[in-house]
């Protein structure tokens, strides 16, 4: 059974750094696509960003391209979000996810494997 589980949101001041990591169990997970959504209180979940584990491709939102950076780490299978330059609006919880597949597609129902989120406060 797979099992994603986030770490390291909080609070921070608009211009900072936090780094979001997802540690993944329960499957050989080469085969796999990883993303990043978020939501924010009364939207949608968004696409954040996605990487291949395997090849090692990756995606981003329009918004957060230049400021977060998605990478992985075979040997500790965890999936990181570099986030820098934060805004108030990146305050959202942010959910890591993932899907069978090495295409990277941005459709939340694309993913059919889902962490709890945590969360991104950005004060301004």
């Known amino acids: 059974q797979v099992q994603l589980v986030e770490s390291g949101g909080g609070l921070v001041q608009a211009g900072g750094s936090l780094r979001l990591s997802c540690a993944a169990s329960?499957?050989?997970?080469?085969?796999?696509?990883m993303g990043w959504f978020r939501q924010a209180p009364g939207k949608e979940r968004e696409f954040v960003a996605a990487i291949s584990w395997s090849i090692g491709t990756t995606g981003y939102a329009d918004s957060v391209k230049g400021r977060f950076t998605i990478s992985r780490d075979n040997v500790k299978n965890t999936v990181y979000l570099q986030m820098n330059s934060l805004k108030p609006e990146d305050t959202a919880v942010y959910y890591c996810?993932?899907?069978?597949?090495?295409?990277?597609?941005?459709?939340?129902?694309?993913?059919?494997?889902w962490g709890q989120g945590t969360q991104v406060t950005v004060s301004s």
């Open positions: 329960g499957r050989t997970f080469s085969d796999y696509t």
């Open positions: 996810a993932a899907r069978v597949g090495t295409l990277i597609y941005r459709g939340r129902d694309q993913y059919a494997y």
